[in-house]
């Protein structure tokens, strides 16, 4: 949907030369991305998360952080950024991108949250352990971009209990509770849905913010 969102509202007609994908992790942003390119280039700051993503005949992946992707030496059409901007030194990541994009190149930054009503206590259970995003539009601005829009995605899905639990422990704040104390976070993360079979499915509303910026 993320995908479909910035066609339309860019008008892509042809593939981009160039899009280059940072924090990319296992490359899942790099692989729905690929259809709009003729190449492009997944950067992450850690070999682990490279060593298992999504290959395809015009992707390429290479060991770099969000605040180095000057020492790339390419001209990227496109940057996205796919839940991974809160971890960057923003400042920096976003004159850098303004550096390295082609003339008319956009920034893609996009995030996605499942919601339901028994998620109500996430945030309360597993605190975010990155800074609330403030003052971004402004931000940009500073440094060379203007916002073209903030588009929103929403669709409701249905997925299994077991799904559910899967995807939540990848979710950066679950992670760092289980560092923490595993044990407690396992009871807190055990408390959602508990009433609910693993195998039996749920109806959740998936949602992305995406904020396209263009070089300027």
Avoid at 177 to 182: G, H, N
């Amino acid at each position: 949907m993320v995908v479909s969102k910035v066609v339309n509202y860019l008008q892509l007609a042809q593939p981009l030369d160039l899009i280059l994908d940072v924090g990319c992790g296992t490359g899942h942003s790099t692989q729905a991305f690929a259809a709009l390119a003729k190449n492009i280039v997944g950067v992450d700051h850690s070999k682990a998360m490279l060593s298992l993503a999504l290959s395809g005949d015009n992707i390429r992946y290479e060991v770099q952080s969000a605040e180095d992707i000057d020492q790339l030496g390419i001209r990227p059409n496109m940057i996205i950024a796919g839940q991974s901007f809160h971890w960057f030194n923003r400042r920096i990541f976003l004159k850098k991108s303004q550096q390295i994009l082609k003339e008319g190149g956009t920034l893609i930054i996009f995030t996605h949250a499942i919601n339901h009503s028994e998620l109500a206590e996430m945030d309360k259970d597993f605190p975010q352990p990155f800074p609330v995003q403030t003052k971004f539009k402004e931000e940009a601005e500073i440094l060379g971009f203007t916002q073209l829009d903030l588009l929103v995605t929403k669709e409701t899905i249905r997925r299994s209990k077991q799904d559910i639990i899967n995807h939540l422990r990848t979710l950066s704040s679950v992670e760092k509770e289980f560092q923490s104390d595993p044990k407690l976070a396992a009871s807190k993360l055990g408390r959602y849905f508990f009433n609910v079979q693993d195998q039996e499915e749920i109806e959740l509303t998936s949602s992305s913010q995406i904020w396209l910026l263009k070089k300027t």
